[in-house]
Structures are given as C-alpha cells and as structure tokens.
C-alpha cells in the first residue's frame, strides 16, 4: 500500500513540475500536459461535425465581417508573437471563422483556433468594434491553450482524489466519505472555479491587446459588457460558483485595462483605432 502512496505522490508531483508550457502573453508556466498534436486533430474534427449539423451563414455581410476581424485578429497575434521570440508558435494552429444561424447570444473557438460566432450575439455587439471584442476574446482561449489547461487540470483532480482514496483507504467508510464530498465540493469551488474565471479574465485581456493591435478600440470592450450586463437582466450566478467573472468585474477589468492595450499596439505603429 505504501508504495501505491508514493507512486501516485511522486506522479502528482511530476505533474505539476514538469508538464509546463510557457504562455507566450503573461510569460508564465501554466500547467499542461497536451500535447497540440494530441489535441488540435480531435478539435478540427468536432469543429467540422458542429458545422455540419448548424445552419452556417455564407456571403452575407456579416458573415464577412465575422472573416475580416478573424483575419485581422490572427495577424495580429503573429505580430506579437514574433515580435517576442514565438516564431513558429502558430504552424499547427488552422484558424477558420465562421457565422452560425442561432439565437444564443455566444460565440467560442476551438483548440488551433477554428471560430464560431452565432447570429444571436450580432444585435448586443452592435458593430464591427463590439464583434472584435468578443471575437479576441474567444481566439485568445485557444492561442493561450486554455482548453489544453483545462484537459490538464481535471485529470491533475482526479488524480490527487485518487490519491486521497489511497492515503484513506484504510480508514472508516464514513472517513472515506467525508474526504470524497470535501475533496469533491473543495477543488471544484475553490480551485477549478477560480482557475476557470482566471482564463476568463487572461483571455479578456489577452483579447485587449490583438484587438488593439488589430486597429480595434479597445475603449469599447467596456461598453460591450455593459450591454451584455444589460440583456442578461441583472441575473447572474455568484461569482465565487460561476466559471466566469461577474459582468461588473469584467467591465472594471477592461476599463483598468484598455490604456495598456493601446500602449501594447502604439509600439506595432497603430496610431488610431476604429
């Protein structure tokens, strides 16, 4: 038994000092063990299948509009990045962007940046500004490796449960129990929570700066926030148990951080923005 305890501690150790990538916008290590070429395959399949079964939006104006700020988007983001020592960072990634006939007010984009905005969010974005707003958000996931993090991080939680059950296996069930509520409620709300609004607010802005360096105003991310506060009603989960931050957390956030944005894409020589 003991050595089964000190297998499952030296992986969980190896986990979380190894298996780093270096996020090319904070310079930090984040946790993650995926790998692209494990990922973005899978990824650009489940991107092609949702196309095939939704009611995709060609030649129209927005949908055009959707491609644009994509494209200017994505160049953006190779600016920066070979600006600051990532040559080559995007060559698996395959970006695409496209418009989607639905009502939900969402938009998301998959691992190696393959887009989805849906119709339903055109009327509280309002223009071409409000759309790059969610937009860089939403290519900012997949450029930072959210959704590998994310992968990394749930099997770090299951696996340090595990190891838990094993540490506790010889004791009371009730004992066991108890552990496995705890453990369960603990690293939901206290760790996968968090580190899910943490993305959330990286990506927002992350997002701040490719818009910026795109020629977008990032003024307008604010203003943005203010209207989906605004169609949500006021209704909102707690912030401590959402995977988001508050409508009013984010639009402080993005206010505290738009001068930088714009400080960020003076120096690619954007001296105006639309």
């Given at each position: 038994?003991?050595?089964?305890?000190?297998?499952?501690?030296?992986?969980?150790?190896?986990?979380t000092?190894?298996?780093?990538?270096?996020?090319?916008?904070?310079?930090?290590?984040n946790l993650?063990?995926?790998?692209?070429?494990q990922?973005?395959?899978?990824?650009?399949q489940?991107?092609?299948a949702?196309?095939?079964?939704s009611?995709?939006?060609?030649?129209?104006?927005?949908?055009?509009?959707?491609?644009?700020?994509?494209?200017?988007?994505?160049?953006?983001?190779?600016?920066?990045?070979?600006?600051?020592?990532?040559?080559?960072?995007?060559?698996?990634?395959?970006?695409?962007?496209?418009?989607?006939?639905?009502?939900?007010?969402?938009?998301?984009?998959?691992?190696?940046?393959k887009t989805?905005?849906y119709?339903?969010?055109?009327?509280?974005?309002?223009?071409?500004?409000?759309?790059?707003?969610?937009?860089?958000?939403?290519?900012?996931?997949?450029?930072?490796?959210?959704?590998?993090?994310?992968?990394?991080?749930?099997?770090?939680?299951?696996?340090?449960?595990?190891?838990?059950?094993?540490?506790?296996?010889?004791?009371?069930?009730?004992?066991?129990?108890?552990?496995a509520?705890?453990?369960?409620?603990?690293?939901?709300?206290?760790?996968?929570?968090?580190?899910?609004?943490?993305?959330?607010?990286?990506?927002?802005?992350?997002?701040?700066t490719?818009?910026?360096?795109?020629?977008?105003?990032?003024?307008?991310?604010?203003?943005?926030?203010?209207?989906?506060?605004?169609?949500?009603?006021?209704?909102?989960?707690?912030?401590?148990?959402?995977?988001?931050?508050?409508?009013?957390?984010?639009?402080?956030?993005?206010?505290?951080?738009a001068?930088?944005?714009?400080a960020?894409?003076?120096?690619?020589?954007?001296?105006?923005?639309?």
């Amino acid at each position: 038994m003991k050595v089964k305890k000190w297998i499952l501690v030296l992986f969980v150790t190896a986990l979380t000092v190894v298996a780093c990538k270096v996020n090319p916008f904070t310079g930090e290590k984040n946790l993650n063990f995926v790998s692209n070429d494990q990922l973005f395959p899978s990824s650009f399949q489940q991107y092609d299948a949702f196309l095939d079964s939704s009611n995709v939006v060609t030649g129209t104006t927005e949908s055009k509009m959707v491609k644009r700020i994509g494209d200017k988007i994505k160049t953006a983001a190779e600016r920066y990045l070979n600006a600051n020592g990532y040559q080559g960072f995007l060559e698996d990634f395959r970006f695409e962007y496209n418009l989607v006939q639905d009502d939900q007010v969402n938009a998301f984009a998959m691992p190696g940046g393959k887009t989805v905005v849906y119709t339903g969010i055109l009327p509280i974005t309002q223009d071409e500004t409000g759309l790059a707003v969610v937009m860089g958000h939403e290519v900012a996931h997949a450029l930072a490796d959210h959704g590998a993090q994310r992968m990394s991080a749930a099997q770090a939680q299951q696996v340090i449960g595990a190891a838990g059950a094993v540490a506790l296996s010889g004791k009371s069930q009730q004992t066991q129990q108890i552990f496995a509520q705890a453990y369960g409620i603990g690293s939901q709300v206290g760790v996968m929570l968090p580190f899910s609004r943490s993305q959330e607010a990286e990506a927002d802005r992350i997002g701040l700066t490719l818009m910026a360096i795109a020629g977008y105003d990032p003024d307008e991310a604010a203003d943005l926030w203010r209207r989906m506060q605004q169609n949500s009603g006021g209704a909102s989960t707690p912030e401590f148990l959402s995977t988001h931050p508050s409508n009013q957390t984010r639009i402080n956030n993005l206010e505290a951080w738009a001068p930088e944005a714009k400080a960020e894409a003076r120096k690619y020589g954007v001296t105006s923005f639309q």
